[in-house]
């Protein structure tokens, strides 16, 4: 069946849907994007992704084409033509195109707007069972990793290297430290059950389901410690895992050549996990 996408206003069957050859998203990534899980039918943390497309945009100097009611709406409107009752909705926001190839751009050009859903099992996932092998890789990113652009091509080739090489996903390393995953926020739990996580800054994105996980973390009395950790530290740690919107939490059971945990998801990661999807999903709207 084909899904019903929004372009610019327009909910369009997927095989009509497009924007221009000039369009700045297309020509220079010139574009920010958010994705929104879905559980039940319902937004996961949408909240929190509004907040950070309209941080991200305003950063880049780019405006909302509507509000955030009407971003809302557009969201619950897909669910329901698409009958969508787990996944993701992917919203993407380019700065719009002025008709021709040029690097330098108008203010006040018109953005365009897309969003289309995608249907995935969430909680009954194979990989969040039996959680993934990363590899670490040199972060060739930009220096601006905390506005959600869609710049991702080092992500993409880190991403296929990882799975050449036989794993799932990468580490991003720069100086030795552990920047974030592939396109996850990273975590390690230490000897003592602590859980250490990389402070927020330009070097990494504002993970939405980090900063509520981070939350409901501090409500079980889980020690966080938000400092930067070595690749070396992550060898030896007692667990390791991974945040993002639609993996929730995934537990890491080798990086590199290094088993964690005995090769086994963690309890840290799996009680995480469980309180993530309990919480978020009686929040969701
Ligand atoms: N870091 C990177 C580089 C990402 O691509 C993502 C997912 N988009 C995240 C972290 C996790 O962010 P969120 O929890 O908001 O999905």
């Given at each position: 069946m084909e899904r019903t996408v929004y372009v610019n206003g327009k909910y369009l069957p997927e095989s009509q849907a497009s924007v221009s050859v000039f369009d700045r998203g297309f020509l220079f990534a010139d574009a920010v994007y958010e994705v929104t899980a879905v559980l039940d039918g319902k937004l996961i943390d949408q909240a929190g992704h509004l907040a950070r497309l309209k941080r991200s945009a305003t950063e880049l100097g780019m405006v909302l084409p509507c509000s955030e009611q009407e971003l809302i709406q557009i969201h619950h409107q897909l669910i329901e033509k698409n009958q969508l009752v787990e996944g993701g909705i992917y919203l993407q926001l380019t700065?719009?195109?002025?008709g021709d190839r040029d690097f330098s751009f108008s203010d006040g050009i018109k953005p365009t707007l897309v969003l289309f859903t995608q249907a995935r099992n969430?909680?009954?996932?194979d990989t969040a069972q039996q959680g993934i092998k990363v590899i670490s890789v040199e972060?060739?990113?930009?220096?601006?990793?905390d506005i959600k652009t869609t710049c991702l091509l080092p992500a993409c080739l880190a991403k296929h290297i990882a799975h050449q090489a036989g794993a799932d996903d990468v580490w991003m390393l720069e100086n030795g430290v552990v920047t974030e995953g592939g396109s996850s926020n990273a975590y390690i739990v230490d000897q003592l059950g602590r859980v250490i996580t990389r402070p927020l800054s330009q070097d990494i994105l504002h993970g939405i389901t980090r900063a509520s996980l981070l939350q409901m973390a501090q409500d079980l009395d889980i020690t966080i410690i938000e400092r930067p950790f070595t690749l070396q530290e992550a060898y030896a740690a007692q667990e390791a895992f991974i945040s993002s919107a639609t993996a929730f939490v995934w537990p890491v059971i080798a990086i590199d050549e290094h088993r964690i945990g005995g090769g086994q998801p963690g309890p840290v990661a799996r009680k995480l996990r469980e309180i993530y999807i309990e919480i978020a999903r009686s929040r969701a709207i």
């Open positions: 700065r719009g195109n002025e969430l909680i009954e996932n972060d060739i990113r930009w220096r601006r990793r």
